[in-house]
């Protein structure tokens, strides 16, 4: 495991997704509470691409059918209606150092 350096930390407001791409992986940063978390980018119901979601009340939500997850671990809140259970998204420790934001892949 590495850490990457994926932008500067006066970049995002709270709220916020970033669509980092990191040796070939495609990572989803947010930023809620003014904390930062990073998670794979695409919804595990339909592969739906979460940098164009959204936040609210501290989970990251699929615009696509209405996934909810937790930004800190991935793990899922709720899956779309009737879709039944759904995976987790994958999640990434985040690190800011010297007004950059950092991520371990
Ligand atoms: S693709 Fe994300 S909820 Fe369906």
């Not at 509470?33 to 119901?45: I, N």
């Not at 615009?63 to 709720?78: E, K, L, Q």
């Amino acid at each position: 495991m590495t850490w990457y350096k994926v932008l500067k930390d006066d970049v995002l407001k709270d709220g916020d997704l970033y669509k980092a791409n990191i040796e070939g992986k495609e990572i989803l940063i947010i930023k809620d509470g003014g904390s930062y978390y990073a998670t794979s980018l695409y919804c595990t119901h339909e592969e739906y691409d979460l940098s164009e979601g959204f936040v609210d009340d501290h989970q990251l939500i699929c615009p696509n059918h209405f996934a909810t997850f937790n930004p800190g671990d991935g793990s899922v809140i709720s899956p779309p209606e009737s879709a039944g259970d759904i995976d987790p998204l994958s999640s990434y420790s985040v690190k800011v150092e010297k007004g950059e934001v950092l991520v371990e892949v």
